[in-house]
T-cell receptor
Framework: GENVEQHPSTLSVQEGDSAVIKCTYS??????FPWYKQELGKRPQLIID?????GEKKDQRIAVTLNKTAKHFSLHITETQPEDSAVYFC???????????FGTGTRLLVSP | EPEVTQTPSHQVTQMGQEVILRCVPI?????FYWYRQILGQKVEFLVS????????KSEIFDDQFSVERPDGSNFTLKIRSTKLEDSAMYFC????????????FGSGTQLSVL
């Protein structure tokens, strides 16, 4: 089955810097890749997602890139702000299934 | 903005007892899910539900687990005889369109089995 690895587990940046979180997946049949943000004590919230027929997607300060050949996808946050501090989860869904397989999460800390 | 709501936020139970976790999905959503997260581990899929029946389940979702949509709004997860290893945060989610995409999660029920 699908396996998703996520790196780094923690990431500390200064306000205004960029942050990049990387995930790899194992099943080449996976075709949907969402990213979730979870603030302390709150629900996971979908921040951006990408399908396998697209290489890059951007929404204001966040972007996701997908490399199907290498089976990895990345979340890019530019001009980070303290309110970006949270745990970020990547996930992948195999085309033939309904379940999302999640990475282990990255704790992002943005210092003012 | 519509939200998935879950009750209770915390549940403490004794091993061997039955628990029911409750969820109210977003009203126009068609697909419902349960996921769980054991402390320090990945979020794991348990089950998906569509048109009043289970559409996919994981190996975790054994005979001790069941789901039900008893009325037009609630979606429940029952664990018949809880084990210590069932202690986890249980998340309900729902989605509107393509199954398995754009899931909206509830804020979770922290289940502690003693």
């Amino acid at each position: 089955g699908e396996n998703v690895e996520q790196h780094p587990s923690t990431l500390s940046v200064q306000e205004g810097d960029s942050a990049v979180i990387k995930c790899t997946y194992s099943d080449s049949a996976s075709n949907y890749f969402p990213w979730y943000k979870q603030e302390l004590g709150k629900r996971p919230q979908l921040i951006i997602d990408i399908r396998s027929n697209v290489g890059e997607k951007k929404d204001q300060r966040i972007a996701v890139t997908l490399n199907k050949t290498a089976k990895h996808f990345s979340l890019h946050i530019t001009e980070t702000q303290p309110e970006d501090s949270a745990v970020y989860f990547c996930a992948a869904r195999d085309r033939g299934f309904q379940k999302l397989v999640f990475g282990t999460g990255t704790r992002l800390l943005v210092s003012p | 903005e519509p939200e998935v709501t879950q009750t209770p936020s915390h549940q403490v139970t004794q091993m061997g007892q039955e628990v029911i976790l409750r969820c109210v999905p977003i009203s126009n959503h068609l697909y419902f899910y349960w996921y769980r997260q054991i402390l320090g581990q990945k979020v794991e899929f348990l089950v998906s539900f569509y048109n009043n029946e289970i559409s996919e389940k994981s190996e975790i979702f054994d005979d001790q687990f069941s789901v039900e949509r008893p009325d037009g709004s609630n979606f429940t997860l029952k664990i018949r005889s809880t084990k210590l290893e069932d202690s986890a945060m249980y998340f309900c989610a729902s989605s509107e369109g393509t199954v398995g995409e754009k899931l909206f999660f509830g804020s979770g029920t922290q289940l502690s089995v003693l």
